[in-house]
């Protein structure tokens, strides 16, 4: 299996630039394609796609959200980030199934 | 727009079977693939296995002797059956829509499911 591994948590004051970062035991890239995606989820609520084969914005998401990286290592950034986007936040690869896996989830602190 | 959503017993006994119904409306499931996805206390988050468009079946090697995932094209549902349930199977369950390459555009609700006796 692949395992994706991302920071538990991390904190940043409103209207600064959150970066969080997802790492792959092997590469996720088949070609020009980059199979991680990412998801945010609050609490009681169902997880939200944020972004697809790593960089493109899902329908509906802000800007301020944009994600990158290729092979092993993968970012997702906020920028600037705003009080809404207190959550937990999941990368996930599609690059090997099965499984599809999930990392950790990082925890989106405010400072 | 497409709507999931999740049903069936809230609490199972150990070394039952869990069954689980997604009912989804606004798009038919012989398009794309639906999926069953599973998140832990402490937020561990787990694929469990999907079925396609035609019916064919992808499952996680980690539940391949227990897992069954069916459909009934007529009613536009898919179905979960987690067989020899134990406490280790508690979890929010969530039904979601994928495409063939793999990501989760659309979620049910999810649904909390305790294995206790």
């Known amino acids: 299996d692949i395992v994706l591994t991302q920071s538990p948590a991390l904190a940043v004051s409103l209207g600064q630039r959150a970066t969080i970062s997802c790492r792959a035991s092997q590469s996720v890239s088949i070609s020009r394609y980059n199979l991680m995606h990412w998801y945010q989820q609050k609490p009681g609520q169902q997880p939200k796609l944020l972004i697809y084969?790593?960089?493109n914005l899902a329908s509906g998401i802000p800007a301020r959200f944009s994600g990158s990286g290729s092979g092993t290592d993968f970012t997702l950034t906020i920028n600037p980030v705003q009080a809404d986007d207190i959550a937990t936040y999941y990368c996930q690869q599609s690059r090997e199934s099965p499984p599809w896996t999930f990392g950790g989830g990082t925890k989106l602190e405010l400072k | 727009e497409v709507q999931l959503q999740e049903s069936g017993p809230g609490l199972v006994k150990p070394s039952q079977s869990l069954s689980l119904t997604c009912s989804v409306t606004?798009?038919?499931?012989?398009?794309?693939?639906w999926g069953w996805i599973r998140k832990f206390p402490g937020n561990k988050m787990e694929w469990m296995g999907y079925?396609?468009?035609?019916?064919?079946?992808s499952y996680n090697p980690s539940l391949k002797s227990r897992i069954s995932i069916t459909r009934d094209t007529s009613k536009n549902q898919f179905f979960l059956q987690l067989n020899s349930v134990t406490t280790e199977d508690t979890a929010t369950y969530y039904c979601?829509?994928?495409?063939?390459?793999?990501?989760?555009?659309?979620w049910g609700q999810g649904t909390l499911v305790t294995v206790s006796s």
């Open positions: 079925i396609s468009y035609s019916g064919s079946t």
């Open positions: 979601a829509r994928t495409l063939v390459n793999g990501w989760f555009a659309y």
């Open positions: 606004g798009y038919s499931i012989t398009s794309n693939y």
């Open positions: 084969r790593a960089s």
